[in-house]
């Protein structure tokens, strides 16, 4: 029995990454598919994919390397976790490494980035924090 999904994608796409693998599957539900359209939009990666697989769908995630092959996501880290879940307003966010990494929040209105956030002026569930 798995406790904690969102931190299962992170560990997937964190060891992919290390072994510079093109593509991470992983089983779908709507806050992965969130989290996965965020780092997309912020050009983490280059495509997700939603497989039909049963029981359960299959989310594919394409990796994005730069023109050498370097990584494009260095480093990935949950915030709030199942025993401790970590909330802020639009007010307190903060810019990762001065704005050249994201946080992604769970909020009211989606899965959205930090940037985003402020903009809309909403706050949420911090997942997790990557650059």
């Known amino acids: 029995m798995m406790t904690d999904p969102i931190a299962d994608m992170l560990t997937r796409i964190r060891n992919a990454v290390r072994v510079e693998h093109g ?5 779908t539900s709507k806050v992965k598919r969130g ?32 023109p050498n092959g370097e990584r ?7 915030i709030s976790k199942p025993g401790r879940r970590i909330y802020s ?3 307190n966010l903060r810019p990762v490494l001065n704005g050249l990494g994201i946080s992604i929040l769970s909020t009211s209105r989606g899965v959205i980035s930090d940037r985003e956030a402020r903009q809309r002026k ?8 990557l650059w």
């Open 23 to 27: 593509v991470v599957e992983l089983p």
């Open 35 to 66: 989290v996965a359209e965020v780092l997309k939009r912020e050009g983490y990666i280059w495509e997700v994919d939603e497989v039909p697989a049963e029981p359960i769908g299959k989310l594919r995630i394409h990796l994005k390397y730069g």
């Open 72 to 78: 494009v996501i260095r480093t990935i880290r949950r």
């Open 89 to 91: 307003s639009h007010s």
């Open 122 to 129: 909403l706050g949420g569930e911090v997942l997790c924090e």
